[in-house]
Every structure is written in structure tokens, then in C-alpha cells.
């Protein structure tokens, strides 16, 4: 103790010393044979650097594939036209232009007058003047109405054409698989639709994406068909292209209003080719998962990966027949196991945050804990040294801090300098705020705390205007509702489910019993959803007294198989009583004249304070080889809790294995990449010493940790259970 003492008195010395924008529009184009990055560039008036920028899928130097979609930052030197139906472009509309033909819309479900005029580049008074049924009426769905189509091209000027549709999120699709439809990257898509959260990756049914539009389709609406895009060579007619692709001209010509208007088919031109129907929303996660293709990845390392063969990965993306690239979406069968982790039907990559480490990232974090110098005597050893062991959030601080610091060392030792400040809030707002006041977070690449659950609110909420992460290193209320918070320890409910999940999945014929008090009713009604054939023991509850009846406990145990029983209680008495119970009918006759023995397991799907009371005994828990769900497992000897020692001149308590876990997790993934929330899209599980994280974005709040442990009794020895 005297030497952690010194070092923590040390450590609280210094800790405390001196330690006009506008929106980018775009175009797209659709790469014809023989076009090269230089000539897009150069037709477009930007520089290659920037088409690279945009189009992360491309690299330089690589020829072109003919009909990748490219997005195309529009200049000040650029026209930017819009589409209308007949694939011409436009400009701004002059005030009361007479149209110089219309063309039909059929209203869509959730469609709104808004989102039709913005499709058309017109404005709602335009629909409105040419379907005057709307002045009087709602808009409804399956109403047809007359489009207005404007000149809007000046003379002399170019013409850029912008391939754009407007696509309606169908139920259960994410942003992969809208990607794979449209065949384009995930970077491209937020490109062309800057409104979509750079935070999380929801999508709600209904709402509408920009974009790009099949090469050679001029067709507004959103089909239910699968077309290709085909480049016309040179001398072809109609009658090859029936033969070729067993379509008839006149569906050709329909499709394609363009050939009509250039007086037939012309070398070059690119038109859309219907191959296949599809059912609306059949690529969705109800169907399949997806997987973004990574740079540097070949067929060979991503069917290994995938577990899939090159055979069947290509029946299911037949793009992949004209090469693997970077940032395509690939869809992969829901049973599909192999080396990947599934969230949210995103195939997520294994990465070894080790041997990912950019040393050019310089993270910077603020750590929030209350020390509460404000209350220890720094000149009496006896009053900090009391305080520390009294005062629960001075040693949970400290305990954080240690192994935050073992963390900041060991990530050094790889060559990441971080810059780090840590102030003491003194469990306090007003001194939070103070702090916050007094210090920026522009450059904050993390906080880590507050502990009290109102500062912690009120530094997540100023983080949130910098889009600044806040971690909270101990159990918080979820309320808090904030998209910038990540929850270190995983939520009550999870672990629950967890444990039942893990039961529901080794039980064959087990007799299960539940002992639950009044206060777990809820928790007991979910055990028996789950097992329906469990029994109940009666929990008997008086003012100072709590426990079971022994004798009908004994008439609900089997001696023909094993007997799996349920404690759910936060009251120690009922959890030592119990347990003593349990103790003393394993192994044990139900009958004398019997010569089957009884045999007991004993689970819990929440370890709470009752079962931590020194009144509970730990050879009872190992007897019944005692299960239970936990955040933590008890650290083995290793380099972090060696070099806690040597420094701190003890082993380390959980909390100090807890600061040491969550911040070097931390400091790796922004080491990685120097943004915790898009690093989180990509990493899936990661664990250390003592701890696991795995954090999953919640569309109503903030980041949740879904990892978490079965531990088990063995042998007077936690050991954890393969789950």
C-alpha cells in the first residue's frame, strides 16, 4: 500500500500541472471505352487528384473499366444541368417558361410534392399550374400527373449530362446493399448524398437517396427489373442486339428514348438492356449479408475469407466477372459462415489493430474523473490513504487512471505519441462546466468520463457539436440519448439475454427450476417465455426474513437427470440461503431407498452485489459449478500486469485492468484510424486483459458495448465458459 500510496500521490501532483462553408455538388459520368482518367478530368475541368478523391475504386494509373460510374465534383466553370425524362439537361428555370413538352409521373407511396419537384429540378408551384386537381387535393399515391420539361441550356454552352435518380429505401435495407444495387461504393453514395449521418449507417423505410442512374437509363421511375448497361460498338442494328441479348427493339427503343431522338442507334452510345425481374427489396437483410471489398484484397484471400467459392461468389455478383475492386459491395448468402464477424448483416473484417497501427495519427483525449482533491489533505498520508479505500469514486478514478497510464505507455512503445490533459470534476456539474468552459474540445479525439451521470450528459452534449466521442468508463443510464456516447460496459438486458441464449443452447433434458423474489418477477416471466416447461419455487418474503421452503424445493428437483436452477435475487440473504440449499442437496439421496443421486448446476442471469456479500460462500458456488454472464474476467498473469506492479508495487484491482482495457482499446483504434466512430462501422470484437469491446451504433442514442462473458465456478477456481 505504501508504495501505491507514494505513486498515486505522485500522480496526482502532476496530473493537474500544465499536463464560411458551401455545399459541393456534383455530376456523375459513365466511363466509355477508350476514355481515361486524364480525358475525364480534362473534360470536366478538375484535376485527376480530385476524380481520385471522389472515386476511391479507381487508382491512378489503372485503365478505366467502360461503364463505372464515376462522381464528378461540379466547378465554377462547369455547367450543372439536371435530368429530365428525356435524358436532356437544364439549368435554372425562368420564371412562368412555358414547357416545351411533359411527360408522366405515377405518385409513389410516401412521395411528397417536395421530393417530385426536387426530382424534375422544378418547383412545386410548376407541378401544381399543369395537374390543378392539387390545389384542391391531397397528393395520393397511384396519381398520375403531367411533368412540365423545360429548355433550360443557354446557347454555346456545354452540356454535361448528370445520371441521377431519386431511390426510396425499401424495409430492411442498409446502405450495403443500395450500394450493391447500383453498383457503386459506400464513399461514393455519401459523396452524392452529403445528408446522410456520418455517424451511423441507418436508413429508414421511405426515405429517398440520390442516385446514379444506370448507364443509358432515362427512365425516372424506380423499376423492379435488372437491366445492363451496354455500350453500342460500331455497325450494330437492331437485329443483332435481338439476337444477342433476346430482347425485341421495340422494348429497346422504350426503354432508351434517346435512340429515337439521335435518329437511331449510334457507336458509343450507352443503353440499357433489361435483364432479369427481381421482387422490390429482394436484396435485403432478410436475404443476405455484404461485404465491402478492402484495397490490396485478391480472389484468392477474399474467398478464403468468405468461405465461399470464386463459382458461387460470382453467381451471386456477376460484376466480379469483370474484376475486384476496391470499395464494391458484394452480397453473400445469410448462412454464410467463414473468418468475419456479421453485424447488422455487415460482413465485418478480423483486423489486428497491432499490425494496423498508423504512426502518423496523434490522438488526443481529455480524461473527466473525480479525484476530489478538493477533498484529501495532501499533507496527511493517513486521511488519503483512508479516503482512498472509503471513498468508492476516488479509488474507481484512481483505479481507471493507473492502467490508463500502463496504456499510454505500452501504445508508446509502438510509436503512437499521444497528447493527453486530465482534470478533476470533483463528481461536480458546476466544476464540469467550469472545466468545459476553460477548455476546447476542437481537436479532442476522445473524453473518457465523467463518471456522475449529469456531467457526463453535459460534456456529451458539448463533445457532440465537434463530433467528439465521450466514453463512459462505468455503467451509465442509456437515457442519456446522445449519438456520440459509447457505453463501455454492456447493458443488464444483453447479458441477460446472453446467458439465456447460452442456456437455451446447451440444454438437451435438464430439469429447470427458477427461484426468483418479487423484485425479478419480470426476469422470471422471461425465463419461462424462453423455457415454458421450467418450474417455479415460492419465494417467501417477510419484513426481516427471506428464503424458500426446503421441503417443496426437494419435490421440484429430478433425480432421473440433472437439475438446472435459476437464482434471480439482489438480496445476499436469499442468495447465501439458497445457494446453502442447492449445496446440501448435491449429491444427495432423494430417497434412502433410492440409488440415484441428485445433480445440480446453479445460474444466474445477473451477478449482482448479492452474490459478491462475503456472506456467500465460494466452495457452495463451486460445488454447484455457479454460471453466470459478467463484463469481466479475472486477469491472468501477463506484460500489463507485470508492469502494473513493478510500477504501482501491486497487482492490479478490476478497475485498474478496466482503464488499462478500455483506453488501450481506445488509443488502437484511433491509432488505426483517427476517428472512433468510423472505426467502429469497421472492427468487430476485440478483447485484452480483462475486457471485450464491441461497439454497435443505436439509431436512437449512442454506441454499445455487445461483448461480454459466461463465467463459471470450477474447482474453486472463474474460469470462462466457451460461449
Not at 91 to 102: C, K, L, Q, R, V
Not at 126 to 152: C, G, H, T, W
Not at 658 to 672: E, I
Request: overall charge neutral; charged content about 25%; proline content about 4%.
Amino acid at each position: 500500500m505504501n508504495r501505491f500510496l507514494k505513486n498515486t500521490l505522485i500522480l496526482l501532483m502532476f496530473v493537474f500541472m500544465g499536463c464560411k462553408a458551401t455545399a459541393q455538388k456534383f455530376t456523375s459520368h459513365a466511363v466509355k471505352n477508350g476514355e481515361t482518367l486524364e480525358s475525364i478530368a480534362k473534360r470536366y475541368g478538375v484535376s485527376q487528384t480530385t476524380l481520385l478523391t471522389y472515386n476511391k475504386e479507381i487508382k491512378k494509373g489503372q485503365d478505366l473499366r467502360a461503364n463505372t460510374i464515376l462522381v464528378i465534383p461540379v466547378t465554377s466553370n462547369t455547367v450543372r444541368p439536371s435530368t429530365n425524362i428525356t435524358g436532356k439537361t437544364s439549368d435554372t428555370i425562368p420564371a412562368h417558361e412555358e414547357p416545351i413538352g411533359f411527360t408522366s409521373h405515377k405518385v409513389r407511396r410516401k412521395e411528397t410534392l417536395f421530393g417530385i419537384a426536387k426530382r424534375y429540378n422544378i418547383t412545386e408551384d410548376d407541378i401544381k399550374r399543369y395537374n390543378r386537381v392539387l390545389y384542391a387535393s391531397q397528393l395520393e399515391k397511384k396519381m398520375v400527373l403531367r411533368i412540365p420539361k423545360f429548355r433550360r441550356v443557354k446557347p454555346g454552352e456545354e452540356i454535361i449530362e448528370e445520371d441521377f435518380e431519386v431511390y426510396t429505401v425499401a424495409p430492411k435495407e442498409t446502405r450495403w446493399s443500395v450500394a450493391h444495387k447500383y453498383g457503386v461504393t459506400i464513399d461514393s453514395m455519401l459523396v452524392l448524398n452529403p445528408d446522410l449521418s456520418k455517424t451511423s449507417d441507418y436508413l429508414r423505410e421511405g426515405q429517398e437517396l440520390r442516385m446514379p442512374r444506370l448507364p443509358g437509363s432515362t427512365i425516372p421511375d424506380q423499376e423492379t427489373q435488372l437491366f445492363v448497361s451496354y455500350t453500342v460498338p460500331a455497325k450494330m442494328n437492331f437485329y443483332r442486339l435481338e439476337q444477342e441479348f433476346g430482347v425485341k427493339s421495340e422494348e429497346i427503343v422504350r426503354l432508351n428514348p434517346e435512340i429515337t431522338e439521335q435518329g437511331g442507334l449510334k457507336e458509343g452510345m450507352v443503353i440499357r438492356i433489361p435483364q432479369v425481374k427481381r421482387d422490390p427489396g429482394e436484396i435485403n437483410t432478410d436475404n443476405y449479408n455484404f461485404y465491402e471489398v478492402k484495397p490490396k484484397q485478391t480472389v484468392f484471400s477474399l474467398t478464403r475469407k468468405l468461405g465461399v467459392d470464386y463459382k458461387d461468389l460470382l453467381a451471386l455478383n456477376p460484376d466480379l466477372q469483370e474484376g475486384l475492386k476496391a470499395g464494391m459491395v458484394l452480397k453473400l448468402p445469410k448462412d454464410q459462415t467463414g473468418d468475419f464477424e456479421v453485424r447488422n448483416s455487415l460482413v465485418l473484417d478480423k483486423i489486428n489493430l497491432l499490425d494496423s497501427i498508423d504512426v502518423a495519427n496523434r490522438p488526443k483525449l481529455m480524461f473527466l474523473l473525480p479525484f476530489r482533491l478538493d477533498r484529501l489533505n495532501l499533507s496527511d498520508r493517513e486521511e488519503v490513504e483512508e479516503a482512498i479505500f472509503k471513498r468508492t469514486d476516488v479509488k474507481l478514478s484512481l483505479g481507471l487512471y493507473s492502467g490508463a497510464l500502463i496504456a499510454l505507455d505500452s501504445i508508446a512503445e509502438l510509436g503512437i505519441s499521444v497528447d493527453v490533459k486530465t482534470f478533476d470534476n470533483q463528481l461536480d456539474l458546476v466544476k464540469t462546466k467550469e472545466i468545459l468552459l476553460r477548455e476546447s474540445l476542437t481537436d479532442v479525439n476522445a473524453v473518457i468520463g465523467p463518471l456522475d451521470l449529469a456531467s457526463l450528459k453535459e460534456v456529451a452534449v458539448r463533445a457532440a457539436q465537434y463530433q467528439v466521442p465521450v466514453i463512459a468508463p462505468i455503467p451509465a443510464n442509456s437515457n442519456i440519448s446522445l449519438n456520440n456516447v459509447f457505453f463501455s460496459y454492456t447493458s443488464d438486458a444483453l447479458l441477460r439475454k446472453k446467458m439465456i441464449d447460452y442456456v437455451a443452447g446447451e440444454k438437451t433434458n435438464q430439469n429447470i427450476i427458477i427461484i426468483a423474489d418479487s423484485v425479478n418477477a419480470v426476469v422470471r416471466d422471461s425465463l419461462l417465455s424462453r423455457f415454458p416447461e421450467a418450474k417455479v419455487a415460492e419465494v417467501k418474503e417477510e419484513e426481516k426474513n427471506i428464503g424458500v421452503n426446503i421441503d417443496k424445493l426437494k419435490l421440484l428437483l429430478s433425480k432421473k437427470t440433472e437439475n438446472w436452477v435459476f437464482l434471480e435475487t439482489d438480496n445476499f440473504r436469499l442468495a447465501s440461503s439458497v445457494s446453502s440449499i442447492l449445496n446440501s442437496f448435491q449429491n444427495a439421496l432423494l430417497d434412502p431407498l433410492d440409488e440415484e443421486k441428485i445433480s445440480l448446476r446453479m445460474f444466474t442471469t445477473n451477478r449482482g452485489k448479492a452474490f459478491e456479500n462475503d456472506v456467500i460462500s465460494s466452495a457452495h458456488l463451486s460445488n454447484l459449478n455457479f454460471t453466470y454472464p459478467s463484463v469481466y474476467r479475472e486477469p491472468q498473469k501477463n506484460s500489463f500486469t507485470e508492469r502494473y506492479t513493478r510500477r504501482f508495487g501491486e497487482f492490479p484491482d478490476r478497475y485498474a485492468v478496466r482503464g488499462f482495457d478500455m483506453t488501450f482499446d481506445l488509443l488502437l483504434k484511433l491509432a488505426y484510424k483517427n476517428n472512433l466512430m468510423e472505426v467502429s462501422k469497421l472492427i468487430g470484437e476485440t478483447g485484452y486483459t480483462g475486457n471485450k469491446f464491441s461497439y454497435e451504433k443505436d439509431f436512437a442514442s449512442g454506441y454499445f458495448n455487445q461483448s461480454s462473458y459466461i463465467m463459471s465456478y470450477d474447482e474453486m477456481r472463474l474460469k470462462e465458459v466457451e460461449n
